[in-house]
T-cell receptor, first 114, second 118 residues
Framework: KNQVEQSPQSLIILEGKNCTLQ??????????LRWYKQDTGRGPVSLTI?????NTKSNGRYTATLDADTKQSSLHITASQLSDSASYIC?????????????FGTGTQLKVEL | NAGVMQNPRHLVRRRGQEARLRCSPM?????VYWYRQLPEEGLKFMVY????????ESGMPKERFSAEFPKEGPSILRIQQVVRGDSAAYFC????????????????FGEGSWLTVV
């Protein structure tokens, strides 16, 4: 069964600190992996897209890594800001006969405090 | 360039009524996906549509739920005879190409429609 597990479930950090969110998946066959940021009451917004051959990709203060062998990904946030408070969702795309399907993790709820 | 537009943003229905949720994809996008997010849970795939075609409805309950994406107009997710368990946020997403066909194919989400069944 295709699954995406994220940890920690929730995290509180002080403004300016760094943090790393984890994503483990069992989705197969793998196509690509995406990280989304979802503010409360809003739709998810794409942060990064990573294919099988990519190990690291950065988008401003966000850096995602992917280890396709161990089926793990991480999202590192540097110099956190209050506006980073949101749910971060790991999404894995797999190829199926009927198209490509997204499997979502349940997200890590990040809260950045003063 | 407007993003994915969903309406209504919030909808309250009594048990047994019908709920209709609309989604206008981004301009130039012909692939639409509907997801449901229950409180404290992740997004769950419901249905994938192209214009006038349902490509994959494996995530949609067999009864009471239907979806369409007509040649003209928005995609509509229809829930008949709603029950309390249907209360959730329903997100629509669109893409230009089939999901994952290229790594650069970004999927854009709407802001969601929050359905509350009382």
């Amino acid at each position: 069964k295709n699954q995406v597990e994220q940890s920690p479930q929730s995290l509180i950090i002080l403004e300016g600190k760094n943090c790393t969110l984890q994503c483990n998946y069992t989705v197969s066959p793998f196509s690509n992996l995406r990280w989304y940021k979802q503010d409360t009451g809003r739709g998810p917004v794409s942060l990064t897209i990573m294919t099988f051959s990519e190990n690291t990709k950065s988008n401003g203060r966000y850096t995602a890594t992917l280890d396709a062998d161990t089926k793990q990904s991480s999202l590192h946030i540097t110099a956190s800001q209050l506006s980073d408070s949101a749910s971060y969702i790991c999404v894995v795309i797999c190829r199926t006969g009927g198209g490509n399907k997204l499997t979502f993790g349940t997200g890590t709820q990040l809260k950045v405090e003063l | 360039n407007a993003g994915v537009m969903q309406n209504p943003r919030h909808l309250v229905r009594r048990r047994g009524q019908e709920a209709r949720l609309r989604c206008s994809p981004m301009k130039g996008h012909s692939h639409v996906y509907w997801y449901r997010q229950l409180p404290e849970e992740g997004l769950k795939f419901m249905v994938y549509l192209q214009k006038e075609n349902i490509i994959d409805e494996s995530g949609m309950p067999k009864e009471r739920f239907s979806a369409e994406f007509p040649k003209e107009g928005p995609s509509i997710l229809r829930i008949q005879q709603v029950v309390r368990g249907d209360s959730a946020a329903y997100f629509c997403a669109s893409s230009q190409l089939r999901t994952g066909k290229t790594s650069g194919n970004t999927i854009y989400f709407g802001e969601g429609s929050w359905l509350t069944v009382v």
